[in-house]
């Protein structure tokens, strides 16, 4: 049906609120052209909704381009809201309700399937009465389309009404869509106010003023024209909470470590942690240094970490290809260093605001020869803040690179997490300027775990030069075969020392069962909430979510043999069985299935997809149901 | 009275180091390089300016120039073939206090580390460099380096170099932010040793390119320099270089040239015959980037602490009843 709020009279005010439906969960979008500030719209919903105790995640749309072509397809910039009643950990199915500032931006969400059937599309209507006529008549086209889907269609007069407050209308829609959404989902007008003058506050009290006008307007404007309202019940946490996205969550996790520099090059999607850093690190006597490239800000971190505390750099994709010469060095001299990779679509400049998991085997076997290293991989918002913490501390326990592979999902997605409560015993501390015996070895290898002590610049006696070339306990440089293997295994056996300390992880679901789904990463919030509804159907599906690539922890074995199949829900690429010229003998599984099946030698299956979108638990159910078919265990 | 006197005595020895206190091995380079002499001079400064051993810090690249910090007995980082710049940028940032030194070569610092050299110069650390430049690759046995002459045979350049030699020094006075540009040779050790010296007491980036023979694989090219005096012209002035008698009687060709003017230490720099040698150009008023990112700063676990607070404050949501500070 249609609602031609249009024809309707402005601004009645209804002699009593019209009754809200409670439910239990909401998807939203705000979808518009780059630049008409529907993140901003859709963060503060998020905010809001959060002060109210409600669980969100967010995730935002993001064009490749700055200013790509209005009312196109390929430029829709926006955001997904999802909120609910208990915590939320992904950015779920389908959207039920979008508000989209013209009709292209839409079209691109309708073809990816991200509608859901017969989802409430509120949509600006001014491009009905536009002067180009080829406008009109899409817009007209389109509007029919989606109704012909089965779509609830409300035009909504943005422009018209947002050009009775300000003098430029296009920048003032969000806070008016703002106003319309919190009205729809019954979230706190004050809170919404206070939350406005946090976000214009750098700014004068006039444009605060002008905003929180406009998102009373959209307010009244839904109260007035909408015949649907929502509540969604919400508990407010006893413990004070934190609302930041993954990359916030990283760069605080920086400054938590105690690390004092920070070198990088500006990259998508990393760069945002860095710009956070930039404003806040200096504060507390940290330094962001931007390099003149990718490969500087690695060997400026090294340097730093050898002479140092140790840095961390940060970065994506191409840029970690280009460091990887470096961390190489940092593995042959045993220098700690953080190399934080958000990752992004790819090979090459791949797709740069989009995510996927590609990265993993690049991070683990990287770098020519044998250079062992440790991988881990942050699963939620706050995880990316203490993952941080504990890459910063086995680097310079173990002298080792610590590569974090957070990605382009967790880098915008917000979450609220519990407020970290500072300790001491996550700092980096002072560098030992001790003065050590004449002649003391500068890798003095431990025979068991291959860890030796660290002799920094100030040390007296502890003299040496440090290489990139093979070399002996003294660091002298040495061809000697013998010399070189003991090099190896010392630099090796250090990964298997930090193993020894690692938990097994824990399996989500039920100890034993048909199937176990393991992922890696940002996917776990996706994978636990289809096992938590696969459950509920009454499947035997659990999940295990692997914190570290490299090394793994002890009891995967166990727990693999637990289960009647197992299978990896990766964001990458794996070749599909059903091509043609795909075989068991060519098939490239996914990273992690890779990994898992050489380890244990168990026939571990794999579902990828690289679509640049986040994983959602709907499509990982029906995975696991066919699974589950074609083994004959579906209930 | 006795005691403290003797532990004086023993503070004394401690802390006055002698030329052995610098020297760590023969080194490996071939009979008559230039390098040997640049390392002897490099050895000489850190004894004549007494630099503790442990809070110096040789870095260099991959290439002959870069073996230099395996035959000091101090701290060294021999890293990446062009990547000594931003290794040395990142220690000093991390530690201001050290003494560092970058030794690298033509093709390291032209060449692969070309992009880290002009943004090194930008940066203007305090970081004494020293560019070995012999117009050779020599470690991968003979190829044509971005400084060789133009003819040039080597075995990438068999029917000899195409290209016009780059000039370090024009190169290096295009940079804004460029604080010190000297040049020197390997066969006036005395000079040598006075660039290195004004190099190293100069706060900020001193870059010193140092023409250096390669008697491997260019045995004669540095000849005509060699056995004419008048074809090397020595830069004086009261704020650059100042003569000793002997120098001044052997290289008769002497220009006086103020440091500070950068127009014509630009123009000084474009000969190529004859080599000016001496400080080009010095500028100690450049600000150093360390300097101005407050590097080195002590951080107490409270401060950290109250920084971090300070940013939670912002994004946190309070539980229902609590009083918001």
């Given at each position: 049906m249609?609602?031609?709020?249009t024809?309707?009279?402005?601004?009645?005010?209804?002699p009593?609120?019209?009754?809200?439906?409670?439910?239990?969960?909401?998807?939203?979008?705000?979808?518009?052209?780059?630049?008409?500030?529907?993140?901003?719209?859709?963060?503060?919903?998020?905010?809001?909704?959060?002060?109210?105790?409600?669980?969100?995640?967010?995730?935002?749309i993001?064009?490749?381009?700055?200013?790509?072509?209005a009312?196109?397809?390929?430029g829709?910039?926006?955001?997904?809201?999802?909120?609910?009643?208990?915590?939320?950990?992904?950015?779920?199915?389908?959207?039920?309700?979008?508000?989209?500032?013209?009709?292209?931006?839409?079209?691109?969400?309708?073809?990816?399937?991200?509608?859901?059937?017969?989802?409430?599309i509120?949509?600006?209507?001014?491009?009905?009465?536009?002067?180009?006529?080829?406008?009109?008549?899409?817009?007209?086209?389109?509007?029919?389309a989606?109704?012909k889907?089965?779509?609830?269609?409300?035009?909504?007069?943005?422009?018209?009404?947002?050009?009775?407050?300000?003098?430029?209308?296009?920048?003032?829609?969000?806070?008016?869509?703002?106003?319309?959404?919190?009205?729809?989902?019954?979230?706190?007008?004050?809170?919404?106010?206070?939350?406005?003058?946090?976000?214009?506050?750098?700014?004068?009290?006039?444009?605060?003023?002008?905003?929180?006008?406009?998102?009373?307007?959209?307010?009244?404007?839904?109260?007035?024209?909408?015949?649907?309202?929502?509540?969604?019940?919400?508990?407010?946490?006893?413990?004070?909470?934190?609302?930041?996205?993954?990359?916030?969550?990283?760069?605080?996790?920086?400054?938590?470590?105690?690390?004092?520099?920070?070198?990088m090059y500006?990259?998508?999607?990393?760069?945002?942690?860095?710009?956070?850093?930039?404003?806040?690190?200096?504060?507390?006597?940290?330094?962001?240094?931007?390099?003149?490239?990718?490969?500087?800000?690695?060997?400026?971190?090294?340097?730093a970490?050898?002479?140092?505390?140790?840095?961390?750099?940060?970065?994506?994709?191409?840029?970690?290809?280009?460091?990887?010469?470096?961390?190489?060095?940092?593995?042959?001299?045993?220098?700690?260093l953080?190399?934080?990779?958000?990752?992004?679509?790819?090979?090459?400049?791949?797709?740069?605001?989009?995510v996927?998991?590609?990265?993993?085997?690049?991070?683990?076997?990287?770098?020519?020869?044998?250079?062992?290293?440790?991988?881990?991989?942050?699963?939620?918002?706050?995880?990316?803040?203490?993952?941080?913490?504990?890459?910063?501390?086995?680097?310079?326990?173990?002298?080792?690179?610590?590569?974090?592979?957070?990605?382009?999902?967790?880098?915008?997605?917000?979450?609220?997490?519990?407020?970290?409560?500072?300790?001491?015993?996550?700092?980096?501390?002072?560098?030992?300027?001790?003065?050590?015996?004449?002649?003391?070895?500068?890798?003095?290898?431990?025979?068991?775990?291959?860890?030796?002590?660290?002799?920094?610049?100030?040390?007296?006696?502890?003299?040496?030069?440090?290489?990139?070339?093979?070399?002996?306990?003294n660091?002298?440089?040495?061809?000697?075969?013998?010399?070189?293997?003991?090099?190896?295994?010392?630099?090796?056996?250090?990964?298997?020392?930090?193993?020894?300390?690692?938990?097994?992880?824990?399996?989500?679901?039920?100890d034993?069962?048909?199937?176990?789904?393991?992922?890696?990463?940002?996917?776990?919030?996706?994978?636990?909430?289809?096992?938590?509804?696969?459950?509920?159907?009454g499947?035997?599906?659990s999940?295990m979510?692997?914190?570290?690539?490299?090394?793994?922890?002890?009891?995967?074995?166990?727990?693999?043999?637990?289960?009647?199949?197992?299978?990896?829900?990766e964001?990458?690429?794996?070749?599909?069985?059903?091509?043609?010229?795909?075989?068991?003998?060519?098939?490239?599984?996914?990273?992690?299935?890779?990994?898992?099946r050489?380890?244990?030698?168990?026939?571990?299956?794999?579902?990828?997809?690289?679509?640049g979108?986040?994983?959602?638990?709907?499509?990982?159910?029906?995975?696991?149901?066919?699974?589950?078919?074609?083994r004959?265990?579906?209930? | 009275?006795?005691?403290?006197?003797?532990?004086?005595?023993?503070?004394?020895?401690?802390?006055?180091?002698?030329?052995?206190?610098?020297?760590?091995?023969?080194?490996?380079?071939?009979?008559?390089c230039?390098?040997?002499?640049i390392?002897?001079?490099m050895?000489?400064?850190?004894?004549?300016?007494?630099?503790?051993?442990?809070?110096?810090?040789?870095?260099?690249?991959?290439?002959?120039?870069?073996?230099?910090?395996?035959?000091?007995?101090?701290?060294g980082?021999?890293?990446?073939?062009?990547?000594?710049?931003?290794?040395?940028?990142?220690?000093?940032?991390?530690?201001?206090?050290?003494?560092?030194?970058v030794?690298?070569?033509?093709?390291?610092?032209?060449?692969?580390?070309?992009?880290?050299?002009?943004?090194?110069?930008?940066?203007?650390?305090?970081?004494?460099?020293?560019?070995?430049?012999n117009?050779?690759?020599?470690?991968?046995?003979?190829?044509?380096?971005?400084?060789?002459?133009?003819?040039?045979?080597?075995?990438?350049?068999?029917?000899?170099?195409?290209?016009?030699?780059?000039?370090?020094?024009?190169?290096?006075?295009?940079?804004?932010?460029?604080?010190?540009?000297?040049?020197?040779?390997?066969?006036?050790?005395?000079?040598?040793?006075?660039?290195l010296?004004?190099?190293?007491?100069?706060?900020?980036?001193?870059?010193?390119?140092?023409?250096?023979?390669?008697?491997?694989?260019?045995?004669?090219?540095?000849?005509p320099?060699?056995?004419?005096?008048?074809?090397?012209?020595?830069?004086?002035?009261?704020?650059?270089?100042?003569?000793?008698?002997?120098?001044?009687?052997?290289y008769?060709?002497?220009?006086?040239?103020?440091?500070?003017?950068?127009d014509?230490a630009?123009?000084?720099?474009?000969?190529?015959?004859?080599?000016?040698?001496?400080?080009?150009?010095?500028?100690?008023?450049?600000?150093?980037?360390?300097?101005?990112?407050?590097?080195?700063?002590?951080?107490?676990?409270?401060?950290?602490?109250?920084?971090?607070?300070?940013?939670?404050?912002?994004?946190?949501?309070?539980?229902?009843?609590?009083?918001?500070?």
């Open positions: 249609t609602h031609s709020a024809l309707a009279a402005p601004e009645v005010i209804l009593a609120p019209r009754p809200a439906t409670a439910i239990p969960e909401a998807i939203v979008e705000v979808i518009s052209d780059s630049g008409e500030g529907a993140q901003r719209c859709g963060q503060s919903l998020g905010a809001i909704a959060a002060r109210m105790g409600n669980g969100i995640w967010t995730t935002e993001i064009p490749a381009e700055i200013q790509p072509p009312r196109s397809v390929a829709a910039s926006g955001i997904r809201i999802r909120m609910g009643s208990g915590r939320i950990t992904n950015g779920g199915d389908q959207t039920e309700l979008v508000v989209a500032f013209n009709e292209q931006v839409l079209i691109g969400r309708v073809q990816a399937g991200e509608l859901k059937p017969g989802a409430k509120l949509l600006e209507c001014m491009w009905k009465t536009h002067r180009d006529p080829a406008v009109v008549i899409s817009y007209m086209k389109t509007v029919e989606l109704l889907d089965g779509f609830e269609v409300y035009e909504v007069p943005l422009e018209d009404r947002c050009r009775e407050l300000v003098s430029d209308p296009r920048k003032g829609k969000n806070m008016f869509v703002l106003g319309i959404l919190c009205n729809v989902y019954g979230l706190d007008d004050d809170l919404a106010r206070e939350q406005i003058a946090r976000i214009f506050g750098k700014k004068d009290a006039k444009v605060v003023a002008s905003n929180i006008k406009l998102y009373e307007a959209g307010a009244a404007w839904a109260e007035a024209n909408l015949d649907f309202k929502y509540c969604i019940p919400a508990v407010k946490s006893t413990v004070p909470q934190i609302v930041v996205n993954g990359n916030t969550a990283i760069a605080l996790g920086v400054m938590a470590s105690g690390m004092d520099i920070c070198a500006p990259i998508t999607p990393a760069t945002s942690a860095s710009h956070y850093l930039s404003e806040v690190f200096e504060k507390i006597g940290g330094l962001v240094h931007q390099a003149e490239d990718e490969i500087a800000a690695c060997a400026f971190a090294v340097g970490s050898y002479a140092g505390k140790c840095a961390v750099t940060i970065t994506s994709g191409p840029g970690y290809s280009l460091k990887q010469e470096v961390i190489g060095l940092a593995v042959m001299a045993e220098i700690p953080v190399v934080v990779n958000v990752q992004r679509g790819g090979p090459s400049t791949g797709q740069p605001t989009k996927e998991q590609g990265d993993a085997l690049s991070a683990i076997f990287g770098s020519h020869g044998d250079a062992p290293k440790v991988v881990m991989a942050p699963n939620s918002i706050e995880d990316c803040f203490y993952s941080v913490i504990t890459a910063r501390k086995i680097a310079e326990t173990f002298g080792m690179v610590v590569v974090v592979l957070s990605d382009a999902s967790l880098s915008t997605a917000q979450q609220p997490f519990p407020r970290p409560v500072f300790s001491e015993a996550w700092l980096a501390p002072p560098v030992d300027m001790t003065p050590v015996p004449v002649g003391s070895k500068a890798y003095d290898w431990d025979p068991m775990t291959g860890l030796s002590r660290r002799l920094q610049p100030g040390r007296a006696g502890g003299m040496h030069t440090v290489t990139g070339l093979a070399h002996d306990r660091s002298k440089v040495a061809y000697d075969p013998a010399i070189n293997e003991e090099g190896l295994r010392a630099r090796s056996l250090k990964l298997a020392a930090l193993q020894k300390t690692l938990k097994a992880p824990p399996v989500f679901g039920g034993s069962g048909d199937l176990l789904l393991i992922g890696w990463g940002s996917t776990m919030g996706a994978i636990e909430e289809s096992v938590t509804r696969l459950r509920a159907e499947q035997a599906v999940s979510h692997l914190r570290f690539l490299q090394p793994m922890p002890s009891g995967i074995r166990e727990i693999l043999a637990r289960f009647k199949h197992a299978m990896t829900i964001g990458n690429w794996s070749d599909k069985p059903e091509d043609e010229l795909i075989d068991e003998d060519n098939r490239r599984y996914s990273a992690l299935a890779m990994l898992l050489s380890r244990f030698l168990v026939d571990i299956d794999c579902w990828s997809e690289a679509r979108q986040p994983i959602k638990p709907g499509d990982i159910c029906r995975v696991a149901r066919e699974a589950l078919k074609r004959g265990a579906l209930s | 009275m006795s005691q403290s006197l003797s532990s004086c005595v023993i503070k004394l020895h401690q802390e006055h180091h002698a030329l052995e206190d610098y020297q760590g091995g023969v080194p490996r380079w071939c009979n008559g230039g390098d040997n002499a390392l002897a001079a050895q000489r400064l850190c004894a004549d300016e007494n630099l503790a051993p442990e809070n110096t810090v040789f870095v260099s690249g991959i290439g002959c120039s870069s073996r230099l910090p395996h035959y000091m007995k101090t701290y980082f021999h890293s990446l073939h062009g990547r000594a710049f931003p290794v040395a940028e990142g220690i000093k940032m991390a530690r201001p206090d050290l003494n560092v030194f030794s690298t070569g033509d093709g390291d610092c032209c060449s692969i580390g070309a992009a880290h050299w002009i943004h090194a110069l930008r940066y203007n650390m305090n970081i004494t460099v020293v560019l070995h430049d117009h050779v690759y020599g470690l991968t046995k003979k190829q044509a380096s971005p400084t060789s002459p133009r003819g040039l045979k080597s075995n990438t350049t068999p029917y000899g170099a195409t290209l016009e030699p780059m000039n370090p020094l024009t190169v290096s006075l295009g940079v804004q932010g460029a604080s010190f540009i000297a040049q020197g040779v390997d066969w006036i050790p005395e000079v040598l040793y006075d660039i010296r004004a190099a190293y007491l100069h706060r900020g980036f001193s870059f010193v390119r140092i023409i250096q023979r390669c008697p491997e694989f260019m045995p004669k090219v540095f000849d320099w060699l056995h004419d005096p008048q074809r090397t012209m020595l830069l004086t002035h009261k704020d650059g270089l100042t003569l000793s008698p002997g120098i001044a009687s052997a008769r060709n002497q220009r006086e040239h103020d440091p500070i003017n950068i014509r630009r123009e000084i720099a474009s000969l190529d015959d004859p080599i000016p040698v001496g400080i080009l150009y010095r500028n100690p008023d450049a600000p150093c980037y360390e300097d101005l990112r407050h590097a080195g700063q002590l951080r107490s676990p409270e401060y950290i602490r109250a920084g971090l607070d300070r940013e939670f404050d912002k994004y946190t949501v309070w539980p229902e009843g609590h009083a918001e500070a």
